[in-house]
């Protein structure tokens, strides 16, 4: 048995028993793939994977069990290199956040400016997607630590933690009839075709929620991933934008308008998340501590034990 055995067999789950894309994520040849597999079931004496022919279809039932020990196996080994480059280089790494567009436009810039001034030798990035991508970046140990409005909290391999609360906001062009519309209501909303975030993205499901639970059926004209091409089209004319009140910018949207309506849609919450049973750096602690201050670090050291013994 060998730690590329173990590799293998988690990559194969990661993408869906396709040995072909399992060869090109760990740069070897399929043939050399499908040999590890055999050894590892002759060795242990199992059969890990159900087959049809050559092809692989899922998991057999202690198939299952192992790869939870594999996974184990594989992030305990990740963290015996963390610990040893803590305790040999303690201001230097590379540090991985993924993010959504929202989040790295808007609400992160300060705190990356203070972590650069407090870490200048930490290589950082920030890896932007969807929600369910950065719920998946982090799981799979691709980032050290994930920021969203959707999904974290869903994932039983993470543990999240609350960053801030915010609402939706409308935005306009100037001119606009809403500007002197009074008290907004859905109903009001409702008359003008309406420009805002994709499905899954943003909190989109609390606008969709709001409107259902009134019976209204909004015309959305126009959705995406991110509040400026939102702000974008709304300054064309094409519709009233929903974003998040984050993303307005009263000095660069100028030419746009923000009415705050907290009374039409729920509050959204969004949350930090990094991986259970992951061994941090002490400067992904002090990130985490400045994103989310009133958690504390005995907390978020609780939150990261595995569940149930690590299953």
């Given at each position: 048995?060998n730690?590329?055995?173990?590799?293998?067999?988690?990559?194969t789950?990661?993408q869906d028993f396709?040995l072909?894309?399992?060869?090109s994520?760990?740069?070897?040849?399929?043939?050399g793939?499908?040999?590890?597999?055999k050894d590892?079931?002759?060795?242990?004496?199992i059969e890990?994977f159900?087959?049809?022919?050559?092809?692989?279809?899922?998991?057999t039932?202690?198939?299952k069990?192992?790869v939870?020990?594999v996974?184990?196996?594989?992030l305990?080994?990740?963290n015996?290199?963390r610990i040893?480059?803590?305790?040999?280089?303690?201001?230097?790494?590379h540090?991985?956040?993924?993010?959504?567009?929202?989040?790295?436009?808007?609400a992160l810039?300060?705190i990356i400016?203070w972590f650069k001034a407090?870490?200048?030798?930490v290589h950082l990035?920030?890896?932007?997607?969807?929600p369910?991508?950065?719920?998946?970046?982090v799981?799979?140990?691709?980032?050290?630590?994930g920021i969203?409005?959707e999904s974290?909290n869903?994932?039983?391999?993470?543990a999240s933690?609350?960053y801030?609360?915010w609402h939706?906001?409308?935005?306009?062009p100037?001119g606009?009839p809403?500007l002197?519309?009074?008290e907004?209501t859905l109903?009001?909303?409702s008359?003008?075709?309406?420009?805002t975030?994709h499905?899954?993205?943003?909190g989109r499901a609390?606008v969709d929620k709001?409107?259902?639970?009134?019976?209204?059926v909004?015309?959305?004209?126009l959705?995406?991933?991110d509040?400026?091409v939102i702000k974008?089209?709304?300054?064309?004319g094409?519709?009233?934008?929903?974003v998040a009140s984050v993303?307005?910018?009263?000095?660069?949207?100028r030419n746009l308008?923000?009415?705050?309506?907290?009374?039409l849609?729920p509050?959204n919450?969004t949350r930090l998340?990094?991986?259970?049973?992951?061994y941090?750096?002490?400067?992904?602690?002090?990130?985490?501590?400045?994103?989310?201050?009133?958690?504390g670090d005995?907390?978020i050291?609780?939150?990261l034990k595995?569940q149930?013994g690590g299953d």
């Amino acid at each position: 048995m060998n730690f590329q055995q173990l590799r293998i067999i988690r990559e194969t789950v990661r993408q869906d028993f396709n040995l072909t894309e399992v060869a090109s994520a760990l740069y070897t040849s399929q043939p050399g793939v499908s040999k590890h597999i055999k050894d590892l079931e002759d060795e242990l004496g199992i059969e890990i994977f159900i087959r049809r022919g050559k092809r692989l279809l899922g998991l057999t039932e202690p198939g299952k069990e192992l790869v939870q020990v594999v996974e184990r196996i594989l992030l305990d080994t990740q963290n015996l290199r963390r610990i040893a480059d803590q305790f040999a280089s303690r201001e230097t790494g590379h540090f991985v956040i993924a993010t959504t567009h929202t989040q790295a436009r808007y609400a992160l810039p300060t705190i990356i400016k203070w972590f650069k001034a407090d870490y200048p030798k930490v290589h950082l990035t920030l890896l932007q997607g969807s929600p369910n991508e950065i719920a998946d970046l982090v799981v799979s140990g691709q980032a050290d630590v994930g920021i969203a409005t959707e999904s974290l909290n869903k994932v039983p391999e993470l543990a999240s933690f609350p960053y801030y609360s915010w609402h939706h906001a409308i935005i306009v062009p100037d001119g606009h009839p809403l500007l002197a519309a009074g008290e907004i209501t859905l109903e009001i909303l409702s008359e003008y075709p309406i420009i805002t975030y994709h499905e899954g993205f943003t909190g989109r499901a609390h606008v969709d929620k709001a409107f259902a639970d009134a019976g209204i059926v909004p015309d959305i004209v126009l959705s995406a991933i991110d509040a400026d091409v939102i702000k974008t089209y709304v300054n064309l004319g094409l519709g009233v934008g929903v974003v998040a009140s984050v993303a307005y910018d009263a000095e660069q949207d100028r030419n746009l308008h923000l009415i705050p309506v907290p009374h039409l849609f729920p509050e959204n919450t969004t949350r930090l998340a990094v991986r259970r049973g992951t061994y941090l750096r002490s400067y992904a602690h002090a990130f985490i501590e400045k994103v989310c201050p009133d958690i504390g670090d005995e907390v978020i050291k609780a939150a990261l034990k595995p569940q149930n013994g690590g299953d």
